[in-house]
């Protein structure tokens, strides 16, 4: 267990985590196996989300040794499509269902990715700042907030005055003044703006000229995911700490992010959650595993909503992928342009500020 040290804040995430964590890729795969294993057997009735990305691939590979071995009963696996995803992954989904003699169930939301996108708003550089900036334009908060709070002597007294003047705000009160709701300071946790070096100035000066939102992502995936998970005892996803974002952020249904009951009475297994990109290099040359043809044609290093303005390589990964599929391309950057030029113009922004520092030091 890792100790924060004096004066810094760690998170769950990092303090609670389980020995194997630290473990070589071979150990640390025998005792997550080990773990699989013993849930399966006490949790026969699961399902397991497969986005045929790489952590997937790994995974389902993971559960198919774990329970041929042990006898185990079969897995439901199911493919979330949200209308707007790659053909090579599409494919992909077909081939692994072939490899290993299952079913993997495609299902389809009713609200898909450009309807959402329309309705609610643009993803923009992660889920968390999506949604920090959603509550506060829905809220109509003001960015001078953060000022207010952090020149204010007694900084508890102005984080109890803020909630009385915005009240039901509390997250974007938070997230604007980058502290907790008893008033402490917490800048460097990935629930606030400036998570994001130099968001809060670069947004000042520079306001968002589209709704922010991650709703996308609500309804083209987890609002179809509880639908399906329903009855099921136990569910299993490929969540991993070193993506970062919100699968890093503990939750109120876990703490060792790894096994864990909802409030709903399931089970929630997360095998990958420590395992870092070493390890599943590790995993990939040993056991011989063949990714879809986004990564081992088209070049990308991660998959997951194709095009999402989410990603910092989504217009870089949208280049990789325009000679192979062009009409997703052009599909994509119908869809979310607006975000990627505006993140473009952030990343300058950040650039130019993070060399004027290094030329002041």
Known sequence: MKQAKKGEFKSRVYTDRPAYADFEAPAKF?????????????????????????????????????????????VKYVFFNTGLEMAATRNHVKEVAEKY????????????????????????????????????????????????????????????????????????INFLCCCNSAGEPRPNIQLVINSSAYMLDFIKENPIPFKVSNKCCTYCKKNVAHQVQKGFEMIITGERRDEGGM??????????????????????????????????????EYYKIRYSDAYEVYGFTRTGCCGCSISSRAVEDLEKLKPYEPNLYKAAWNVFGESYRYRQKYNEYRHKRQEEAKAKK
């Open 30 to 74: 025998t005792a997550i196996e080990s773990i699989v294993a013993k849930h399966l057997k006490q949790h026969p009735k699961a399902i397991c989300s497969y986005s045929g990305g790489s952590d997937s691939d790994i995974m389902i590979d993971m559960i198919e040794r774990v329970r041929k071995e042990f006898d185990l009963p079969e």
């Open 101 to 172: 003699g299952v079913e993997i169930a495609t299902v389809r939301p009713k609200i898909g990715v450009v309807q959402a996108t329309r309705k609610y708003g643009l993803p923009f550089v992660s889920k968390i700042m999506s949604s920090g900036l959603e509550t506060v334009q829905a809220k109509n908060i003001p960015l001078e907030i953060h000022d207010e709070y952090w020149n204010a002597e007694d900084k508890a007294a102005k984080r109890r005055e803020l909630k009385e003047r915005y009240p039901k705000s509390e997250s974007a």
């Open 247 to 284: 699968r890093s952020v503990p939750r109120s249904d876990n703490t060792s992010l790894c096994f864990t009951e909802t409030a709903d009475g399931q089970f929630r297994l997360r095998p990958l959650y420590y395992v870092s990109d070493t390890d599943k290099a590790w995993y990939k």
